[in-house]
Antibody
Framework: QVQLQESGPGLVKPSGTLSLTCAVS?????????WTWVRQSPGKGLDWIGEIYHSGNTNYNPSLKSRVTISVDKSKNQFSLKLSSVTAADTAVYYC????????????????WGQGTLVTVSA | SSELTQDPAVSVALGQTVRITCQGDSLRSYFPSWYQQKPGQAPVLVIY???KRPSGISDRFSGSTSGNTASLIITGAQAEDEADYYC???????????FGGGTKLTVL
């Protein structure tokens, strides 16, 4: 059973950089899956941030692309999110998830999710 | 367009059938995945691909797609089905992936 666990500071100052890590257990991160970050502002819907493959290939939400970096550490079986120049609008619960792509069949889904971690942007 | 549109709220009487819809151009190329989210919890995948259910998901949940509209169908809704539901897919016009705005399901 794959499990994901987010970790990182719960409070970030405005204009700072939000940094989170997602530890993957129950399977190698170097499998044929993509590793994804999703966030949810308080009382709002889900917002797809971006994803990474174990090779280092990434895809980002165009609306966040200039501020987001997702990286992978295969030796630690984990992947990370950095979001720069944060504002109060970046306050959200951040989830990591495993995504599966089968583009030739038109299939995409996230089957395993972490429990989420709340990050508040405030001075 | 790079959007998935859902009705904000839907209600259903206990034991009845409800359809939650998701509209978007990307659904002409990609099957949607559907997630159930209860307050304070992470989303849970309930439907993916061509009407496939992950292990452990009730067969009350099913999905269908026609053109640019996808539906999550809950047959014989139960009180525990009350939750927010989100659709999700890849986007053929450049946005790698996106979620619908979510539908709050109330079971009466």
């Amino acid at each position: 059973q794959v499990q994901l666990q987010e970790s990182g500071p719960g409070l970030v100052k405005p204009s700072g950089t939000l940094s989170l890590t997602c530890a993957v257990s129950g399977g190698p991160i170097s499998s044929t899956n993509w590793w994804t970050w999703v966030r949810q502002s308080p009382g709002k819907g889900l917002d797809w941030i971006g994803e990474i493959y174990h090779s280092g290939n990434t895809n980002y939400n165009p609306s966040l692309k200039s501020r987001v970096t997702i990286s992978v550490d295969k030796s630690k079986n984990q992947f990370s999110l950095k979001l720069s120049s944060v504002t109060a609008a970046d306050t959200a619960v951040y989830y990591c998830a495993r995504a599966r792509h089968f583009d030739s069949e038109g299939i995409y889904y996230c089957d395993y999710w972490g429990q989420g971690t709340l990050v508040t942007v405030s001075a | 367009s790079s959007e998935l549109t859902q009705d904000p709220a839907v209600s259903v009487a206990l034991g009845q059938t409800v359809r939650i819809t998701c509209q978007g151009d990307s659904l002409r190329s990609y099957f949607p995945s559907w997630y159930q989210q209860k307050p304070g919890q992470a989303p849970v995948l309930v439907i993916y691909g061509n009407n496939k259910r992950p292990s452990g998901i009730s067969d009350r949940f099913s999905g269908s797609t026609s053109g640019n509209t996808a539906s999550l169908i809950i047959t014989g809704a139960q009180a525990e089905d009350e939750a927010d539901y989100y659709c999700n897919s890849r986007d053929s016009s450049g946005n790698p992936a996106l979620f619908g705005g979510g539908t709050k399901l109330t079971v009466l």
